[in-house]
């Protein structure tokens, strides 16, 4: 790596930290092969797949790709999925330097599998990587690591006739340098693992309840809350325990500043309907994570004829949407849950009934259909992997 030179007399070596504006790879990474010697059974898998549950049970393989400051991407192979070595000064175990993504391969009726989008998955890795100070991984080794992986565990991928099942992508990146110093790690490791999931929902879909969590928040200005990172999670769980003690299963976050504005669920982003039938949304400026199924509904509903609006929505608006009928629906979507209707919304000294309706289920049922092969998929979201 070349040393860059700062302003005229200052030079230092490019080699200590991760440089964002890097020239990306452009050479495409070959993946080695190593099978599992020992894989699950027809029958174990069989019995996985009557009752997966969500991101309990894992397939045969991973995807793993080294990365070193001298080097840059190394290493990429398959390899049986199982534990890693981690040294216990490893730099995400103490300071979070840490990215994932969620993505679903999903199978059509004439048995080929397909991701959804995937595309966009390789992009936000990146953009969180760059937030984090993570190196790169480029669109082209994302997704060869996810067809790798899809097609050597194909059958791992359930049946189109099985409800709302398919296989759940995990793809994430973590500083793995054994070093307490604070700055970039110098050593990164990507694994992508995999996991059959039902239906989010096993009982099927119903409302969720919402605890409005006041004493807590998820994202500042400047801060992460437009990366996937592991540590925003970890700053919501005190609120999912609040929303718990409070008889609710999810939080919703409001803005940092004023405490005003609502911005999404720990993990989802999420959507009001109006009487009139137009959809809001707040917009994404840097504390909202950029939904792909968010984005995706933008487009849909379009289609479905509805109106919609990106902007900025205030808890008082919600509250009082529902109380006078203008607000007639709300829900919230993710790769995971896909579309949630929200059913309750509490908080500290009150309560209301969100209504439900039609419109949710129905943008959900023609997400459904194009990640499921069962409609035209006009806009080449969906890229085949087997
Ligand atoms: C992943 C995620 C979402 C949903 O994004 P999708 O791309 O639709 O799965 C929403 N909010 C947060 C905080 C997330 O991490």
Redesign the pocket.
């Known amino acids: 790596m070349n040393a860059k030179i700062l302003g005229t007399t200052e030079t230092f070596d490019t080699s200590d930290v991760v440089d964002p504006e890097a020239a990306p790879d452009t050479e495409p990474l070959s993946f080695s092969r190593t099978l599992n010697p020992t894989p699950a059974s027809t029958e174990r898998r069989a019995q996985i797949h009557a009752q997966p549950g969500f991101g309990k049970f894992f397939t045969d393989h991973m995807v793993s790709i080294d990365w070193d400051a001298a080097t840059g991407w190394h290493d990429a192979g398959l390899i049986p999925y199982g534990p890693i070595q981690l040294d216990p000064a490893a730099a995400v175990l103490h300071y979070a330097q840490e990215i ?4 679903k391969a999903y199978r059509h009726p004439d048995g080929s599998i397909w991701a959804f989008r995937p595309e ?2 390789a992009a ?1 890795l990146a953009r969180s990587a760059r937030r984090l100070a993570l190196p790169e991984l480029s669109e082209e080794d994302f997704l060869a690591s996810v067809k790798l992986l899809v097609s050597t565990d194909h059958e791992w991928v359930p049946s189109s006739d099985s409800g709302e099942s398919s296989l759940y992508l995990r793809p994430f990146m973590y500083a793995s340098e054994s070093f307490l110093g604070v700055r970039p790690s110098k050593q990164v490791r990507y694994l992508l693992i995999a996991s059959p999931v039902g239906p989010y929902f096993a009982s099927g879909v119903k409302p969720v309840s919402i605890w409005l969590s006041s004493s807590y928040t ?1 994202a500042a200005p400047g801060g992460t ?1 437009a990366a ?1 990172c592991g540590g ?2 970890a700053a ?1 769980l005190a609120a999912q325990l609040e929303a718990e003690a409070h008889g609710c299963e999810q939080v919703c976050f409001l803005d940092a500043a004023e405490h005003k504005w609502v911005e ?6 999420i959507y009001f309907v109006r009487k009139d039938g137009t959809l809001v949304t707040p917009t994404v400026s840097g504390t ?9 509904i933008l487009t849909l509903a379009g289609e479905l004829g509805l109106k919609v609006e990106e902007r900025p929505i205030s808890i008082d608006e919600w509250r009082a949407g529902v109380a006078s009928g203008d607000i007639t629906e709300a829900f919230a ?4 849950a896909v579309i949630t209707p929200l059913g309750r919304l509490v908080w500290e000294g009150g309560e209301l009934e969100i209504p439900t309706g039609e419109v949710a289920m129905k943008i959900r049922g023609s997400l459904l259909d194009v990640q499921y092969g069962r409609t035209e998929d006009t806009h080449g979201w969906m890229q085949r992997l087997v």
Do not use: D, P, Q
């Open positions: 994932f993504e969620g993505l966009a998955n936000r998820r809350g996937k925003n999670y919501g999404e669920l720990g993990g989802m982003n909202i994570l950029e939904g792909i199924t968010r984005s995706s979507c993710g790769t995971a």
